[in-house]
C-alpha cells in the first residue's frame, strides 16, 4: 500500500469506515485497499508491501491496529472479481 487516502477515522461506524475506502479504491481501479489505525484509507496497486512483515496480532474489527498501538497493523481487503 503506497498511497493513503482518506482518513476514516472520525466516521461512526466501522462499516462505513470500510465502504468509504472501499468507495476510494474503486474509484482509482486498485484491487486491494488496506485500513490502519481504526480508519486510515490506504490504497496501491498489489499487496506485496502490505504483507511485508508477516502477520500481526494487532488488527481489531477490521481496522487495523488501535491509534495508540505500537504496533503497525493494517487489515487489508482485496476487491472481488465479477
Known amino acids: 500500500m503506497n498511497q493513503k487516502l ?8 466501522t462499516e462505513d469506515k ?3 475506502c472501499y468507495i ?5 481501479d486498485y484491487p486491494v485497499f488496506a485500513i490502519g489505525n ?3 484509507c490506504f490504497v496501491g496497486p498489489d499487496t506485496s508491501a502490505a504483507y511485508r512483515y508477516g ?3 494487532g488488527c481489531r474489527k477490521g481496522l487495523g ?3 495508540f498501538c505500537f ?3 493494517i487489515d487489508v481487503y482485496t476487491m472481488k472479481s465479477e
Not at 482518506?6 to 461506524?13: A, P
Not at 476510494?24 to 482509482?28: G, H, M
Open 55 to 57: 502477520g500481526s496480532g
Open 71 to 73: 504496533d503497525v497493523a
Open 38 to 40: 481504526e480508519g486510515k
Open 65 to 67: 491496529c488501535p491509534v
Open 6 to 13: 482518506g482518513d476514516f477515522r472520525f466516521t461512526l461506524r
Open 18 to 20: 470500510i465502504d468509504l
Open 24 to 28: 476510494d479504491a474503486a474509484s482509482r
